[in-house]
């Protein structure tokens, strides 16, 4: 099913209509910095978020629908933020770099052939010295979400030889419509781009 659609007739599993507290908690730990850039973005929660904290942030999407959404969002709350249509596979497209980057539900579904594309096109827009976050769903628990991602996949797909360094991989909990108040089991990564 196309991206869009999932927005179509009622909320996407994913849009809990509110930022995902780990990257509420980030916030609030200065953890973002520079432009930012939200890669896969949806309604943008967390781009408003992050913006509302009075950092430039361009959060990106497939679905047009979503973007309509965040954008109305940002109006609504007067929160100035630039919401733009692109594929994650080709940010380079957007022309542009950031200092801090984040992916929050967008690693996991990529494929295991996806993910090195996936992984050049962050780079490609990623400062050197910049920071990327990945909030993705766990293989560690029960109730897992849908694709769950081992710390060794990160790991061996954000490593040196394709210019990142993991600072860190920590256990945490995602969101969704569907897991209760306690959310999925996740990994918060925080990758350095070298």
Known sequence: MPWDASYHGGPAPWDISRPQPAIVRLASEGGFAGAVLDAGCGTGENALHVASLGLP????????????????????????????????????????????VLDCGLFHSFDGDERPGYVASLASVTEHDGTLYVLCFSDDGPDTGPHPVSREELTAVFNRGNGWGVAAIEPDRVQTRFHGDDGAPAWFATIKRI
Do not use: Y
Request: net charge negative; aromatic share 4%; charged share 35%.
């Open 57 to 100: 942030v361009l959060g990106v999407d497939v679905a047009e629908t979503a973007l309509a959404m965040a954008r109305e969002k940002a109006d609504d709350r007067g929160i100035e933020v630039e919401f733009a249509t692109a594929d994650a596979l080709h940010l380079e497209r957007l022309g542009r770099r950031f200092e801090t």
